[in-house]
């Protein structure tokens, strides 16, 4: 009984003493609630100050270009969070490669490879863009018109072209990702960086020329329907240049995509079968001595190079 009774009076000391801090701590906080309350108003407000000013202060070249790439991509990676993965890709690559190979060579590795992640995108930008570009006549066209029927409102323009070509991808992502920042700002500064994204994630005269239109309509309310219609001739002008520009081969495409892996391909038949190398020793020396690693990186690299390059020359943009 008495270590029962002990038992209960220990719970009870307990309760007592939470219900006496409880009450403590409930009497300081109206006691200076006033102050609490005006401290983390302060607090909330110096948050919110920080953030607008991070957000207000301009973005450098490098962040502002790669802004840019992700916005056409609509890839929802921020500017500095890919620098800093490809720092990372960078170190992780030269660490690993200083335990084969010297200083020198672990740092040619690290930057070819991590080069290779933007490679990527801008051959994946150029192929965007180039389909982009052939929805100008038919965007132009249709922004015309609703640019006319909702009486030249060009925030309700955009949205009534959104609506009506929802079968052209590239324009309609870029056109939707434009109107969202034009409806949250009145900042002149950011309307013009908002519309240059729209232009760059196309990257021809005629969507400098409509970006610029937007921007001008934005801004000031000014009627530019008469720019848009000159924008629409040179377009339909430009559409017959188009026309031949198709007859152009894709040879040197061809030979790249396929003759390069083949040739890859041949000279390990070669090794093997004519200077009597082993396959085990052919790929040996391809991916576990310096020399062969960095030249199969240098083989991809220019591979890839040669793929950025055959699409920027040979895949013209529909243009004027």
């Known amino acids: 009984m008495m270590i029962i009774d002990i038992k209960k009076i220990h ?6 003493s939470t219900a006496i801090y409880i009450l403590f701590v409930l009497g300081v906080g109206l006691l200076y609630y006033d102050k609490l309350r005006r401290s983390y108003t302060k607090f909330i407000m110096k948050k919110r100050l920080k953030a ?37 890709l960078f170190l992780f690559i030269v660490f690993v490669g200083l335990q084969t190979v010297p200083l020198i060579s672990a740092i040619w590795m690290g930057i070819l490879i991590s080069f290779m992640p933007y490679l990527f995108l801008r051959v994946r930008l150029e192929t965007v863009r180039r389909k982009g570009s052939y929805e100008g006549e038919r965007l132009v066209s249709e922004f015309l018109t609703q640019y006319r029927i909702c009486g030249c409102n060009i925030y309700r323009t955009i949205e009534k072209v959104i609506l009506s070509t929802e079968d052209m991808k590239v324009s309609c992502k870029l056109l939707f990702k434009l109107l969202l920042e034009l409806r949250s700002t009145g900042n002149t500064r950011l309307i013009r960086e908002s519309t240059e994204r729209f232009a760059y994630g196309i990257h021809t ?9 937007i921007r001008i309509a934005a801004e000031s309310g000014m009627n530019v329907t008469l720019a848009l ?3 629409l001739i040179q377009l339909r002008d430009a559409r017959i240049i188009a026309e031949e520009r198709k007859r152009l081969n894709s040879e040197s495409a061809r030979i790249v995509v396929f003759l390069v892996p083949f040739m890859y391909i041949g000279t390990a038949f070669l090794s093997v079968n ?25 083989i991809i690299f220019l591979f890839l190079a040669n793929l950025t390059f055959i699409e920027i020359v040979t895949n013209q943009r529909f243009d004027y």
Do not use: C
């Open 274 to 298: 004519y200077i009597g190398m082993s396959m085990s020793g052919f790929l040996k020396n391809q991916f576990y001595t310096e020399q062969g690693f960095l030249l199969m990186l240098m």
């Open 205 to 213: 005269n005629w969507s400098r020329m409509l970006a610029n239109n």
């Open 11 to 16: 719970i009870i000391l307990m309760l007592v």
């Open 229 to 231: 219609e000159d924008l």
């Open 52 to 88: 607008r000013r991070r957000a207000l202060k301009p973005e450098n070249r490098l962040e502002n270009h790669l802004r840019n790439v992700m916005v056409s991509l609509k890839k929802p990676i921020e500017p500095k969070q890919f620098i800093l993965a490809t720092m990372f």
